[in-house]
């Protein structure tokens, strides 16, 4: 099936298994993580929460720019051995930390920060070993799949954790996660090195960060792809906050209702990243109507008025929030130079994740001071956002027109058009328009978007 291909290369299937299994165990300390800082530790404070977020995903911002360039001059094979042993012993040490009953919460923002440090090196080199893995007519469908995996793993990893947190504690879930790291080291070192694509490197010396900046600067359409990512990750996509002020505070549930949800909604995102897997090639349209339905699914999740139509109401804003996310990154690994695309990735997850610092405090600040449905209500107002930058960008890349003619009747009196097609130039400027797309199109991979030559 289309939707699985890449699962037919063997080495892309043993990275598969590997990422799944760290996935679920990522998925249940976040859950566990969460809970203990929000239950435990600070007595329900969402902002709290929002603290921990942010030292956790902020070192992406300041870290960004090096982790790129490693893994675009360095074995992307060996960075990673390096990565996740180094989170396997802070999983382990957090959950030593836990289990001894001298944790406080001063202790997890050290543990978050350090995770955070090792995880912005890891994840430009994580997005970016893909393309060693598979040929590049198969690369949309991996990062879509990585998505898929991920988002498996969002299902059942905080479902299985609620479950273990009430039972056992959150130390024991901790421990659990450091052995799935110990899978995915297992599934690199079986991927034999001779098997690997071979990938262009950066050259060494100076100046390397800046090109990848420079090429950046110079593609339009990654720059807006970044801005809407910004928006969406920044404000949007504070799911655990939000999900937890909501169970807390205003349904009053515990630890099972809360990684029960978290599950509910990864069952949209699933389903928003197989989906990705079918197109076969991301486009730009795709990624700002998706933001816009995430924007209008949100809204009703933050007017549902009990835990279960909270729940479904979820859904499709996992189905919309996957759709955009897969669809972005996509879009810029297919379309980015292979030389590049460590300092581009890296910057894209920097601006994605590194935006946490902002949105989480603030989005928990909002869950404290007027309330978590007002804070469900942050993430609707993102969504809708990300679709007006959406929407003026194309229309100011397509050049596009609302033109009224009186000869025509019913809803054709409006239609939209390019610019340029018609005028006082006749039949001229329509050919010239005709070649210049023409052009435009042999240089573009996705000729209905807009250009980014």
């Avoid at 009224?404 to 939209?416: E, K, N, T």
Wanted: aromatic share 10%; proline share 4%.
């Amino acid at each position: 099936m289309s939707t699985f291909k890449s699962l037919g290369v063997l080495n892309y299937r043993i990275w598969f298994i590997g990422a799944l299994i760290s996935n679920i165990g990522t998925w249940m300390q976040r859950t566990a993580q969460d809970w203990l800082v929000f239950a435990h530790l600070s007595n329900h404070d969402a902002g709290a929460m929002g603290v921990t977020l942010a030292l956790q995903l902020g070192p992406q911002l300041f870290l960004a720019p090096w982790a790129g360039l490693l893994a675009d001059r360095y074995s992307r094979r060996r960075l990673l051995v390096m990565t996740q042993s180094a989170m396997a012993i802070l999983s382990a040490g957090l959950g030593l930390l836990v289990l001894s009953g001298a944790a406080q919460l001063w202790h997890v923002y050290v543990f978050a920060l350090l995770l955070g440090v090792v995880s912005a090196l890891d994840a430009p080199v994580r997005q970016t070993f893909v393309s060693e893995l598979v040929k590049d007519d198969y690369l949309s469908n991996a990062v879509a799949l990585n998505s898929a995996s991920f988002n498996v793993a969002r299902m059942i990893g905080p479902a299985v954790a609620g479950i273990l947190t009430v039972a056992v504690g959150p130390g024991w879930v901790f421990m659990i996660n450091t052995l799935t790291f110990v899978a995915m080291l297992a599934a690199i070192r079986a991927i034999p090195v001779s098997s690997l694509r071979v990938q262009p490197r950066a050259a060494a010396g100076k100046g390397r960060i800046r090109e990848g900046l420079r090429y950046v600067r110079n593609r339009p359409d990654i720059v807006v792809v970044l801005v809407a990512i910004f928006i969406m990750g920044t404000f949007g996509l504070n799911f655990v906050l939000f999900i937890a002020a909501m169970v807390g505070t205003e349904f009053g549930m515990d630890a099972g209702a809360f990684g029960l949800l978290n599950s509910i909604m990864a069952i949209g995102s699933v389903a928003g990243a197989l989906l990705s897997a079918r197109r076969g090639r991301p486009r730009m349209r795709l990624i700002f109507a998706a933001s816009g339905g995430f924007g209008i699914a949100s809204g009703l999740a933050a007017l549902a008025p009990n835990y279960t139509l909270f729940a479904l109401a979820l859904i499709p804003c996992g189905l919309f929030a996957l759709t955009m996310i897969t669809s972005a990154n996509g879009y810029v690994q297919s379309t980015t130079e292979p030389v590049m695309r460590g300092r581009v990735m890296a910057l894209y997850m920097a601006i994605f994740m590194g935006g946490t610092p902002i949105g989480a405090p603030f989005v928990g600040w909002v869950a404290n001071v007027a309330g978590p449905r007002w804070a469900v209500g942050v993430a609707a107002a993102a969504g809708a956002s990300t679709a007006v930058v959406g929407i003026i960008w194309i229309i100011r890349a397509r050049q596009l027109r609302l033109r009224f003619d009186r000869s025509a009747g019913g809803l054709r009196f409006f239609r939209i058009e390019s610019q340029g097609s018609r005028g006082a130039e006749g039949d001229g400027a329509v050919k010239r328009a005709d070649a210049v797309k023409e052009a435009d199109a042999a240089r573009d991979p996705y000729p209905d978007d807009a250009d980014h030559s």
